[in-house]
């Protein structure tokens, strides 16, 4: 049964940073892009990176330049550095395929405040 456990999150000022891990419960995981999402309140769920099979990644504009991707393909974990929060960062950030699963884990939040 595939599942996701995502850890890391917390409240951190703006400037700080993070690092986000996931766990997933996927046979074969090295053969499925992986991806981070994130969804603030009253908004919808939005990809901000995924990383390809062979390591290739790709960010939304919002955050490029201050998130990395990746995936340690031995330990079924895809991760994400963040630095340089901003407050617009706040979310319960999700990681999942590309295309994603039907089923999502709980989510970290992420608060980025003074």
């Known amino acids: 049964q595939v599942q996701f456990v995502e850890s890391g999150g917390g409240l951190v000022q703006p400037g700080g940073s993070l690092r986000l891990s996931c766990a997933a419960s996927?046979?074969?995981?090295?053969?499925?892009?992986m991806a981070w999402y994130r969804q603030a309140p009253e908004n919808e769920r939005e990809m901000v990176a995924h990383?390809?099979?062979?390591?290739?990644?790709n960010y939304a504009d919002s955050v490029r330049g201050r998130f990395t991707i990746s995936r340690d393909n031995a330990k079924n974990t895809v991760y994400l550095q963040m630095n340089n929060l901003r407050p617009g960062d706040t979310a319960v950030y999700y990681c999942?395929?590309?295309?994603?699963?039907?089923?999502w884990g709980q989510g970290t939040q992420v608060t980025v405040s003074s």
């Open positions: 996927v046979r074969f995981f090295s053969m499925y892009v």
């Open positions: 990383i390809f099979i062979n390591g290739t990644t």
């Open positions: 999942n395929m590309i295309p994603a699963y039907s089923r």
